[in-house]
Every structure is written in C-alpha cells, then in structure tokens.
C-alpha cells in the first residue's frame, strides 16, 4: 500500500518559516556514484544520527536501537518482541514451543525491519565502527534463525537465507578487523578460518557444497585471511624458507645448500625431542 501526502497551499511554510526542502541539508555532499557515502551527525535532539548519501536525497537512521527510532509493541524492534513472544509461549505452555509461530506478515516485517539494520550495518562498516557492525550483523542472523525455525509458510522460512553468507562475511571481516587492530593477528585468522566455516557448511546444507568455491563471500574472507597473515610475524623457519627459495632463484647454490642444511635441522629437532618425550627422556 503506497501513501501520498500532499501539503494544502494553506498550510504551506512561508519565506519565513521551516522549509521541507531537504536541498540545504545535503548542499555541498554530493552523490558518488559506486561508493557508499556516509556520515555521522550529531541531531537536533543532541543524539548521534548516521546520514547515507543516496543518489536522490539521503538516509537517516538511529546509530542503537531501531534505525528509524521507533519502538514496536514497547520493544527495541519487532525481532525482540517476537524473542519476548516466545519467553511468554513457554511459560503458559509448560515450556514447549509447540504452537508457536510466525504468519507471513510478521515474517515480512521482520524483513523489512532486517533490511534496515542492513543499511546501518553497512554504513557502520564504512565508518570503521566494528563492534556496532558486529552488534546488527548478528542481530541480523537471529532474524534468519527465527524465520527458519517458526516461520508457518516453508517460503517465509526460506527468503532471507540466501543473504546468510553475506552477513557472515560481514560480521566475520568485523570481528576480525577488531581483533587484528589489537595485534590478536592469530585469534583474527581463526575467526576467518571459522565464518569460511560457516559458509561452506550453509552450502552444504542446502546441498550444494560446490557452491563454495565460487561464492563471493568465501573469496573476500580468503583474501581477507591472506592480508592477516601478511601481517604475522615471520618465524625463523618461515625466513630460511624465504631466502632459500630467493637463492636457488637467483642461481646461488653454495648459499642454498647451507640454507637447505638450516631447515633440516631445525625441522629436524622438534621431532627428536618428540621422540625422546615419548620414550621418556625429557
């Protein structure tokens, strides 16, 4: 259902009044096109507010709670009160969940509702506020696991999995990025290792595992991996390795067998020492 409201010439501001032309407000940030043009603000009410520039106007939204500020039911959004729904199920059916469910309108405002928190979630991203993007991102993921597990039409349980990936994706560079920014450059990779995890196993539950390979959002978190471990600090084996391969490169083979040498028995040693512990020597 569309809604169109028109300003009567009576009530119209005058010269000296507001003005609802929003041409001030966004005068001198001009629409990019391919980049995502963000900005945070401080509202009139002294609140911090995200602004996204679009190619006809601009998006506001609220940097917690809802985007749009409002409270659903009393509730952050309507994703918590449907959580709150079911606490209330339990307790007036003995603990169980059986008949609870979702109709197809609520499964289509929590989608609306989700794809506001996409907007935000992506603009967070790009104004490198991690943890809020790790906040809405998994926010996001509740609402694909609600759906799936109540939603009473099987289409409702299933529309918004596909953007499942992405969200891992994003909530995993998030993650990670925090983690990597503290010099916790291993823990970073782990988290990568684990949202490639996740999607490899999201297509291996619908069947296709051979969707992985090809999937946009593994690639990303794989160069993502790739940029950590540049960042590792290079083990003396890790350096041997490095410069025996420039040597035999550039033809010095005095050089490489020396080098070659080094690595066998530093390669060498962890095993003697694993077998002298096993026979009971260290």
């Avoid at 809604?3 to 041409?23: S, T, Y």
């Avoid at 995200?50 to 952050?76: H, I, K, S, Y």
């Amino acid at each position: 259902m569309s809604q169109v409201i028109e300003d009567n010439a009576d009530d119209a501001p005058d010269d000296n009044g507001p003005h609802k032309d929003i041409a001030p407000i966004i005068n001198g940030w001009g629409y990019e096109h391919g980049t995502i043009n963000v900005r945070r603000i401080v509202g009139l009410d002294g609140v911090p507010k995200l602004q996204m520039r679009l190619e006809l106007g601009l998006l506001q939204m609220e940097v917690t709670g809802r985007p749009d500020g409002t409270r659903p039911f009393g509730f952050e959004s309507l994703l918590e009160y449907h959580e709150h729904r079911i606490t209330e199920h339990k307790q007036t059916h003995n603990g169980t969940l059986q008949g609870f469910g979702l109709t197809s309108d609520h499964c289509q405002a929590l989608r609306e509702e989700a794809a506001m928190y996409y907007q935000r979630y992506l603009s967070l991203f790009v104004i490198g506020d991690f943890p809020a993007v790790v906040r809405d991102t998994s926010r996001n993921l509740r609402v694909l696991d609600l759906c799936g597990k109540f939603a009473a039409d099987e289409q409702d349980k299933l529309v918004l999995e596909q953007y499942r990936p992405y969200i891992i994706m994003m909530r995993t560079r998030a993650s990670a990025t925090i983690l990597a920014k503290e010099q916790k450059l291993h823990q970073a990779l782990d988290l990568v290792r684990d949202g490639l995890a996740q999607i490899r196993n999201f297509f291996e539950k619908f069947g296709h595992a051979e969707a992985f390979e090809q999937c946009e959002e593994a690639r990303v978190l794989k160069r993502f991996g790739r940029e950590i471990k540049k960042k590792l600090p290079v083990g003396e084996l890790e350096r041997l390795q490095r410069r025996l391969k420039k040597a035999v490169v550039s033809e010095q083979y005095e050089l490489a067998a020396k080098l070659r040498d080094q690595i066998t028995a530093m390669e060498v040693q962890p095993k003697l020492i694993q077998d002298a512990g096993a026979k009971g020597d260290v």
